[in-house]
């Protein structure tokens, strides 16, 4: 038998949830229905895949008990960190700090020239990172292609389009836009 290909809460064919008086049976394909839609199903055929089945590839899954009322509240079990609590001058310092740790500009530039020296593509991420910094803080650089042909980071304010307010929409953005407006009739 192949494996489970996911396990769904109801069978998808009478959407009834599986649980005690219900049990969820995987067929060879990996689909997985109750025992009442697979004995009514005929020709036997996976309703999703169209894959033959027969009696001897069912095997039933479970639930073999009731999951609890999860409603109720679990017992509690006493914890040694129960006493302990958090410093408020902690909690101050994760504010101030912020949650996430960026590398600093020396360390981003030693990485993009050691990715140079190799001839490695740059990072994706790192590319969003510095367009969106650039975007935000104007006087860190810009992208622009070297002599190679490959995108480097120049430093220096980015050239600015003093035409349009920092606000507008980029001529591709516009274009997305009004093309979606035009597909769905709201606009001219």
């Known amino acids: 038998m192949s494996?489970?290909?996911?396990i769904e809460e109801q069978c998808i064919v009478c959407t009834e949830d599986f649980g005690i008086n219900r049990k969820a049976n995987s067929?060879?394909?990996g689909h997985v229905y109750c025992r009442e839609c697979l004995n009514n199903i005929d020709p036997p055929v996976c309703p999703v895949c169209r894959e033959e089945f027969?009696?001897?590839g069912i095997e039933c899954i479970g639930p073999w008990e009731e999951e609890s009322n999860p409603a109720a509240e679990p017992a509690r079990v006493a914890d040694h960190n129960?006493?302990?609590e958090w410093d408020p001058d902690v909690l101050d310092h994760l504010h101030e700090e912020g949650?996430?740790?960026e590398p600093s500009d020396a360390d981003r530039e030693d990485d993009?020239?050691?990715r140079d020296e190799l001839g490695l593509p740059r990072d994706q991420d790192e590319e969003r990172y510095d367009r969106a910094r650039s975007a935000l803080y104007g006087d860190v650089g810009r992208f622009v292609e070297d002599e190679n042909g490959r995108t480097v980071w120049e430093r220096g304010p980015p050239e600015r389009d003093d035409s349009k307010p920092d606000w507008a929409l980029l001529d591709s953005e516009?274009?997305?836009d009004r093309a979606?407006?035009?597909a769905l009739g709201l606009r001219a």
């Open 99 to 101: 949650r996430i740790w």
């Open 174 to 176: 516009y274009a997305e």
């Open 82 to 84: 129960d006493d302990w």
């Open 3 to 6: 494996g489970l290909l996911y």
């Open 180 to 182: 979606a407006w035009e």
């Open 112 to 114: 993009l020239q050691a």
């Open 54 to 56: 027969d009696d001897e």
């Open 27 to 29: 067929i060879a394909c």
